[in-house]
């Protein structure tokens, strides 16, 4: 430990200790001192080309390694900035500490220029927003730490006054408290869990990012396969459940959403495994009872459960595995049927001789070695996606499905491949791509072998759908028709265009061997995919 203790080197140290490698940030004269504070022994601050790109960068990072996002702003312009990855963290339940410089305590209270309540700004957004200062700095940062990580985990954020940052702070050398959701004891609510489960004859399985961040992939494999239950995932649970399992049942609300639907509206139990309603895109109609399996208790009530185990989802699962005792009640056969319509449902509408949205999904991942990160923007190329890319594991398919914002895609593959070693795909509508695109020159300046793949149908597309589906003439949802290739060359990328499937077939064939630039792909496609499945 350092003979003097600042309130900067603390809140690196807490970091550090809490397994950060890298903070994603923008300066500003309120945060040198932090920055000084972490320039020899860490954390390592990534700049992003603007502050808003450094908070999805920060939630792509912790959505990949499980752990904890970091960003860093100054006061007022950068912190405003900051806002939208900050709401995607709470929002899509991963844990980020955003911390913002402040104006001088001195002047704080009265000062004008450039000073917005960060506190008043942020709470609505995070689980907690507090104050950083050098007589409870210490209390504070674990309790910040403790807050963003607890069940469900979200972001914290923290204001600092630029002079608080030297302060000397008194007192121990603060250790991190435990971080994460707890292993042991469940807590049950309601009806019997086991005799609901045994009475079903037609059980489905929703799993969602509780089962993800509580490890429960393994146990939901076997609870599926010997109970016979076809599992269907949320979008941000993607993988828990390999795709290729036979009871593997499809993604809820992407495409082919209808067939999810109707099979789960058949079922006579639905049991969650984590599911979380944030996730829910179209209402939830069913009448059809509830197991709720979660961390958290039914707090939403989005669906109503009669019945609840509330605890570490893996270790409900295996409770509930440990006395199952029947007969499996879907066959696989059954489950195989099923996920051929929903192949059907996501390719409905393809056009032979056009470059299709499903198609170059299924290209890109067919071009993808084992174990490749994607992530997606949001629009209609996020709802293709969600469906038609397989997973195989956790946390190698990043969406933001809780807030949902665009913008997201990009800088959340820059912090993915910051990260953890691995080839990393981002597939961005051109409109989400716009809104980012420059911060192609980070990936390119950390020498990210990304491969970008820009869905380029000169169209804000999901809302123009909106539009059509209305009977309205279609009013600022063309997306200026900019050249891609041209645009990523100028950033220190390779740029392609491809119209056809074979071109993106050749463009990918050395897109993941030896390659020190970002490569991006713009991918000229034809929307009719996306119409007729509205
Ligand atoms: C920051 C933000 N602004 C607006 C929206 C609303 N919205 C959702 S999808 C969409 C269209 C996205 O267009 P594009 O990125 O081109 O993807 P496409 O739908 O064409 O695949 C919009 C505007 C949003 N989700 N986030
Ligand atoms: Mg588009």
């Given at each position: 430990m350092h003979s003097e203790r600042t309130v900067a080197s603390a809140l690196a140290s807490y970091l550090r200790q809490a397994g950060v490698t890298r903070v994603f940030g923008y300066p500003g004269e309120s945060v040198v001192e932090f920055m000084e504070a972490a320039r020899d022994s860490g954390p390592a601050m990534i700049a992003a080309i603007r502050e808003a790109s450094a908070a999805f960068m920060a939630e792509g990072a912790a959505m990949r390694t499980g752990g904890l996002g970091v960003c860093l702003s100054t006061l007022g312009p950068g912190?405003?900035?900051?806002?939208?990855?900050?709401?995607g963290a709470t929002?899509?339940?991963?844990?980020?500490?955003?911390?913002?410089?402040?104006?001088?305590?001195?002047?704080?209270?009265?000062?004008?220029?450039?000073?917005?309540?960060?506190?008043?700004?942020?709470?609505?957004?995070?689980?907690?927003?507090a104050r950083l200062e050098a007589g409870s700095a210490d209390t504070v940062l674990r309790k910040a730490l403790r807050t963003a990580t607890a069940e469900r985990p979200g972001a914290v954020h923290l204001t600092v006054t630029t002079d608080t940052f030297g302060m000397t702070v008194e007192g121990g050398d603060g250790t991190v408290p435990p971080l994460g959701p707890a292993t042991g004891s469940l807590d049950f609510f309601g009806e019997d869990p086991l005799r609901q489960l045994r009475g079903a004859r037609r059980p489905v399985l929703l799993a969602g990012g509780g089962a993800v961040r509580c490890g429960a992939g393994p146990a939901l494999a076997?609870?599926?396969?010997?109970?016979?239950?076809?599992?269907?995932?949320?979008?941000?649970?993607?993988?828990?459940?390999?795709?290729?399992?036979?009871?593997?049942a499809g993604v809820l609300d992407m495409a082919g959403h209808r067939v999810i639907w109707d099979l789960l509206a058949t079922a006579d139990l639905i049991v969650t495994a984590g599911f979380d309603a944030v996730e829910l895109i179209t209402p939830w109609r069913l009448s059809v009872p509830v197991l709720h399996v979660d961390?958290?208790?039914?707090?939403?009530?989005?669906?109503?459960?009669?019945?609840?185990?509330?605890?570490?989802?893996?270790?409900?699962?295996?409770?509930?595995?440990?006395?199952?005792?029947?007969?499996?009640?879907?066959?696989?056969?059954?489950?195989?049927?099923?996920?051929?319509?929903?192949?059907?449902?996501?390719?409905?509408?393809?056009?032979?001789?056009?470059?299709?949205?499903?198609e170059v999904v299924t290209t890109v991942r067919a071009a993808s070695p084992a174990g490749t990160v994607v992530t997606t923007d949001v629009g209609s190329h996020k709802i293709t996606a969600g469906q038609a890319w397989s997973a195989y594991a956790p946390r190698e398919t990043l969406i933001t499905n809780g807030l949902s914002a665009m913008g997201f895609g990009l800088p959340a593959a820059i912090g993915a491949a910051a990260s953890a070693p691995g080839p990393v795909v981002c597939l961005a509508g051109d409109g989400g791509f716009g809104m980012t695109a420059t911060e192609l020159a980070v990936a390119a300046r950390?020498?990210?072998?990304?491969?970008?793949?820009?869905?380029?149908?000169?169209?804000?597309?999901?809302?123009?759908?909106?539009?059509?589906?209305?009977?309205?003439?279609?009013?600022?949802?063309?997306?200026?028709r900019v050249d891609i290739p041209v645009l990523a060359e100028s950033l220190g990328c390779d740029g392609i265009r491809v119209e056809n499937v074979s071109g993106l077939e050749k463009a990918l064939s050395t897109a993941f061997s030896g390659r020190v630039r970002p490569l991006v792909i713009e991918a000229r496609i034809d929307t009719s995919q996306y119409a007729a499945q509205y």
């Open positions: 912190s405003t900035a900051l806002l939208n990855g900050v709401a929002l899509d339940r991963v844990p980020m500490l955003a911390v913002s410089g402040q104006v001088a305590s001195s002047r704080e209270q009265y000062w004008k220029h450039q000073v917005v309540d960060q506190g008043r700004l942020f709470g609505p957004v995070t689980k907690l927003a076997e609870l599926a396969t010997r109970a016979g239950l076809p599992v269907v995932v949320g979008a941000m649970a993607k993988g828990v459940l390999s795709e290729d399992h036979p009871y593997f961390t958290t208790p039914n707090t939403d009530q989005v669906y109503p459960a009669a019945t609840e185990v509330v605890g570490n989802v893996a270790a409900a699962l295996s409770w509930l595995l440990a006395s199952w005792d029947g007969a499996p009640r879907w066959q696989e056969a059954e489950v195989a049927a099923h996920r051929a319509a929903l192949r059907d449902g996501w390719q409905a509408g393809y056009t032979p001789g056009r470059l299709n949205p499903s950390l020498g990210l072998s990304l491969v970008v793949v820009v869905f380029s149908d000169g169209s804000l597309n999901r809302i123009e759908l909106h539009q059509a589906a209305l009977g309205y003439p279609l009013t600022a949802t063309a997306v200026d």
